[in-house]
């Protein structure tokens, strides 16, 4: 069964930084996964934060967090980074992090991807 698992996290004052990892196990074999991170705040919908696309091609990110986010990953490699800078306390959120082996283009809809980790905390203190 696929299992995506996320760590990092962990509570920062504004203007730190922060990363996290994830990485996709017992996956199909040879099978290159689109991921992205999404984050949900406390009453609050789950939003599209960034996002690879399956050979680590292409990029893309949600307007609030662009220039501060970077996600990477070492091409076709299941596993993605989401480095944080200049973090704001309306980045306060649960981070999760999603995986789709059928995902061709850039998937910034929660209901394209499959696959979901438990999710961890971030928290920005002003």
């Known amino acids: 069964q696929v299992q995506v698992v996320e760590s990092g996290g962990g509570l920062v004052q504004a203007g730190e930084s922060l990363s996290l990892s994830c990485t996709v196990s017992?996956?199909?074999?040879?099978?290159?996964?689109?991921m992205a991170w999404f984050r949900q705040a406390p009453g609050k919908d789950r939003e599209f934060v960034a996002g690879?696309?399956?050979?680590?091609?292409?990029?893309f990110y949600a307007d609030p967090v662009k220039g501060r986010f970077t996600i990477s990953r070492a091409g076709a490699d299941n596993t993605v980074y989401l480095q944080m800078h200049s973090l704001k306390p309306e980045d306060t959120a649960q981070y999760y992090c999603?995986?789709?082996?059928?995902?061709?283009?850039?998937?910034?809809?929660?209901?394209?991807?499959?696959?979901w980790g438990q999710g961890t905390q971030v928290t920005v203190s002003s």
């Open positions: 999603a995986a789709d082996h059928r995902l061709r283009g850039e998937g910034v809809v929660r209901g394209e991807y499959d696959h």
């Open positions: 017992h996956g199909r074999a040879d099978t290159s996964y689109a």
């Open positions: 690879s696309s399956w050979n680590g091609a292409a990029t």
